[in-house]
């Protein structure tokens, strides 16, 4: 199987928890006596049978033993919406955000959408709503940051793919794709708005500076002020972003 959160792939036995293991022994040991009582029970039965009349008789009292219940002490974390990958079939269910399928380690469509949903369920809970959005919209980032990562090549090292467009012109130049291409100028400018946010409240407290004002010139009358936050921003970044990770999720892995 494959880690759903950084893709390496390993045995799927792995993936027992200590306090699983210790219930499984303990229902194994049950039902091996049960077993092992009911072949005991068996053997002298028939040696009973065998000895029935002669000199040298054998009785047998029945010996019975019933698999006592094991219950577990321990409580399954609770974990997001069951999933069915497309490529390989596999049912699973992952917590929090991932991106690879843990049955085919392939990503797709289905991941992003997957994540999308736990961040808006993430946002419909909250109490904090600005600090959730500020995690959304940073997950956001770093999700298209984990694909690029994944499709990139050796000439890609040293590629911000923190930076929309720097990652648009390593892809165009290396592997000969436009990333963006299709987006309309509105789709364009609500990602470098996310993006720049996004950098603002992880690298600068929050507040619009001169590096969020070249990325997004629009905004210059905003420089110096606190860069907002909406749930429909988020959401239209999400979906103009969703045709982008499509076309990365489609190119092949070097």
Known sequence: MYCPYCGDSFPKESLFTRDQLSHIEKQAV?????HVYAEIDKMFSDLARQFRSGPVRFQHKPIRYKAKPVFAKY???EVDSELTCPECGVVFQVFGIFGFCPG?????????????????REL???????????HAYSDLVSA???????RALEEFRGTNFQDL????????????????????AGELLTLRRTFQKRNAHVHNGGVIGER????????????????????EEFEAAANALRSVIDRLSRLARP
């Not at 049950?30 to 049960?34: A, L």
């Not at 085919?104 to 808006?120: K, R, V």
């Not at 420089?223 to 749930?231: F, H, M, N, T």
């Open 144 to 150: 298209f940051e984990a694909f690029c990562a994944r």
């Open 75 to 77: 409580r399954e974390k």
């Open 212 to 231: 969020f004002i070249r990325r997004v010139p629009e905004d210059t009358a905003l420089l110096g002020q606190r860069a907002e936050l909406s749930l």
């Open 165 to 184: 467009f720097e990652a648009r012109r390593a892809f165009k130049e290396f592997r000969g794709i436009d990333i963006l291409e299709g987006l309309s």
């Open 104 to 120: 085919c380690g392939t990503e797709n469509q289905l991941i992003y959408d997957a994540n999308m949903a736990i961040l808006h």
């Open 124 to 134: 419909a809970t909250a109490q904090d709503k600005q600090r959730a959005l500020r």
């Open 30 to 34: 049950e039902h091996g006596k049960e």
